[in-house]
């Protein structure tokens, strides 16, 4: 059995309780990253703000697929701050340019999985390319 057949069936019997409202923080901390990408990273204050809801509520729902969802939020922030910081002082060598867009491009592509599993009730597992 692989790791990932071991972490579906341990979130398979997680609850899917939204009585708290993790769903509706999960999908703000999204829509905030979103406008983060919206405006190209400058007001990142927006990142920061749903980092800071994505950070406070994961404990709160422990044992939930919103959990899962504010876990993968947290390391996005957490890489895209990384990655930005490293592909931007890459831009100097002009090699930077196309990396930051490519970044730019998969954190996307993260927000949107997440939403999606997230309207599904599922769990989101954090996959660098998934």
Not at 14 to 38: E, F, P, R, S
Not at 67 to 95: A, E, P, R
Request: charged share 15%; hydrophobic share 45%; aromatic share 18%.
């Amino acid at each position: 059995m692989t790791e990932y057949d071991n972490y579906k069936q341990e979130l398979e019997s997680i609850n899917v309780d939204d009585n708290k409202g993790g769903k509706m923080h999960a999908y703000t901390v999204y829509i905030l990253y979103l406008l983060n990408i919206l405006f190209i990273g400058v007001p990142i204050i927006t990142a920061f703000v749903g980092f800071v809801i994505a950070w406070y509520q994961k404990d709160r729902y422990q044992g939930t697929i919103y959990h899962s969802h504010f876990d993968n939020q947290i390391k996005l922030f957490l890489y895209m701050l990384v990655w930005t910081v490293i592909f931007g002082l890459l831009c100097f060598l002009v090699i930077g340019i196309p990396l930051l867009i490519g970044l730019y491009v998969w954190q996307i592509y993260q927000i949107i999985i997440g939403l999606l599993t997230l309207s599904d009730n599922k769990p989101r597992k954090y996959k660098t390319f998934g």
